[in-house]
């Protein structure tokens, strides 16, 4: 069984920076790509940002030169920067994770409950 907890949202300022955490826990035995998502009410989930497991980054045009995706993988944890922030990026944001665990011999993917980020203006 696999867990991932988001941390780090939270209410900001237009302008203002935050960072999230995904922890990732339980039997992996590798950790794939991982991605953020967000959501906001109404409308469907999209893609933020996503980091393969050798580093490559991508990002939805609309973050690019203000949001920065990490990982560390000593630690299965995903990261995600979030700079100059606009009431846009007001959503709830989910990790998302394709991990393969000692259970099944192919990558699955996890996912997170979401944390709600807030940017006010």
């Known amino acids: 069984q696999v867990q991932l907890v988001e941390s780090g949202g939270g209410l900001v300022q237009a302008g203002g920076s935050l960072s999230l955490s995904c922890a990732a826990s339980?039997?992996?035995?590798?950790?794939?790509?991982m991605g953020w998502f967000r959501q906001v009410s109404g409308k469907q989930r999209e893609l933020v940002a996503v980091?393969?497991?050798?580093?490559?980054?991508d990002y939805e045009d609309s973050v690019k030169g203000r949001f920065t995706i990490s990982r560390d993988n000593s630690k299965n944890t995903l990261y995600l920067q979030m700079d100059s922030l606009k009431p846009e990026d007001t959503a709830v944001y989910y990790c998302?994770?394709?991990?393969?665990?000692?259970?099944?011999?192919?990558?699955?993917?996890?996912w997170g409950k979401g944390t709600l980020v807030t940017v006010s203006s």
């Open positions: 998302n994770a394709n991990i393969v665990t000692r259970t099944y011999t192919y990558a699955r993917a996890y």
């Open positions: 980091i393969t497991s050798g580093g490559n980054r």
């Open positions: 339980g039997d992996i035995v590798r950790m794939n790509t």
